[in-house]
């Protein structure tokens, strides 16, 4: 079974600071959208997307892996300028009979600048889990980590918006076991993925 897959810290810096530069700068480009209306009460989004994992440790070696990422996300509004919730997210991929998954779930906090903002930036704390499975063997790890995203909001309508956004969970002291039994300590998980998401609010 082949463990784990990792990145070099070069590439995978590369696609961080180019998911960054595009949520940050795209909106420019874009005019005529609806105004959004005032952020209060419940929302969800539900986003969509592409990612690449980093699992990193002195017995890991291999080359950056794509794969299908999305997430899950719902809260309160605390103010105009914050929003409080949980997220759920999953990146997967197969190849050659060797099925991959990593994600989390985390508290998170969405911070905008006023009330009329569109670009915010995300800040969260959580749990990530990895698994990789082939021939019925496995191998996991479950750790704490940190979530970290930015994203502009363009409105559709005034409870609907449309979301590119790019985020990084990290959980920097992580244990892998094989089949149960710890095959290495002090290992990194990593998951950097990009896309669009709806909003509802």
């Not at 749990?127 to 499975?133: D, I, K, P, S």
Request: net charge negative; glycine share 18%.
């Amino acid at each position: 079974m082949t463990r784990t897959q990792g990145i070099p810290r070069t590439r995978f810096g590369a696609v961080a600071l180019a998911l960054a530069t595009f949520a940050t700068l795209a909106p420019a480009g874009l005019s005529g959208q609806t105004e959004p209306g005032p952020r209060e009460g419940q929302w969800l989004a539900v986003g969509l997307g592409g990612g690449i994992d980093q699992i990193a440790c002195a017995i890991c070696a291999g080359t950056p892996k794509s794969g299908v990422a999305g997430f899950v996300r719902f809260g309160g509004t605390m103010s105009d300028r914050v929003l409080l919730g949980g997220e759920m997210d999953l990146w997967t991929r197969s190849e050659d009979d060797i099925r991959q998954y990593l994600g989390g779930l985390s508290a998170i906090g969405l911070l905008y600048a006023g009330p009329e903002a569109r670009f915010h930036v995300k800040g969260g704390l959580g749990v990530m889990g990895f698994r990789a499975t082939e021939d019925g063997d496995a191998l996991t790890s479950l750790a704490f980590g940190i979530n970290a995203g930015i994203g502009y909001d363009f409105a559709v309508k005034d409870d609907l918006s449309i979301t590119p956004f790019a985020s990084l969970s990290l959980a920097p002291f992580a244990d892998l076991k094989f089949n149960g039994e710890l095959a290495q300590g002090g290992a990194t998980l990593g998951l950097l993925k990009g896309g669009l998401s709806l909003t509802w609010h």
